[in-house]
């Protein structure tokens, strides 16, 4: 994989954990994060997607790797509905 497709890469998972943080209403911080978040919820997406037996939908070749653009929203959506739950459980709101 080329310099080319790495970045191609970022700004795909970039976009589907931006996403995801706008779907589940909630973000944690920038343009950084929203690519972890990508990259987390399409392993996560994919974990889940193949414990049913559930196909890869609308997977995108770069540089000959699969990045499965339904799946990461999806489990970029569950990530960051997890951490908001996470955080207003653990995090005390001062008045």
């Not at 996403?19 to 909630?26: C, D, P």
């Not at 990259?39 to 559930?54: D, E």
């Not at 990045?67 to 001062?94: D, H």
Request: glycine share 14%; hydrophobic share 55%.
């Amino acid at each position: 994989m080329g310099l080319i497709e790495f970045l191609i890469l970022l700004i795909v998972a970039a976009v589907c954990g931006a996403i995801g943080q706008s779907l589940a209403g909630y973000t944690t911080g920038g343009c950084l994060t929203s690519i972890v978040v990508g990259f987390i919820g399409s392993y996560l997406g994919l974990l889940i997607a193949r414990n049913l037996g559930l196909p890869e939908l609308l997977a995108l070749q770069i540089g000959g790797q699969a990045f499965p653009i339904i799946w990461s929203i999806i489990g970029a959506t569950l990530f960051t509905f997890i951490l908001a739950l996470l955080n207003r459980a653990f995090v005390r709101r001062r008045p």
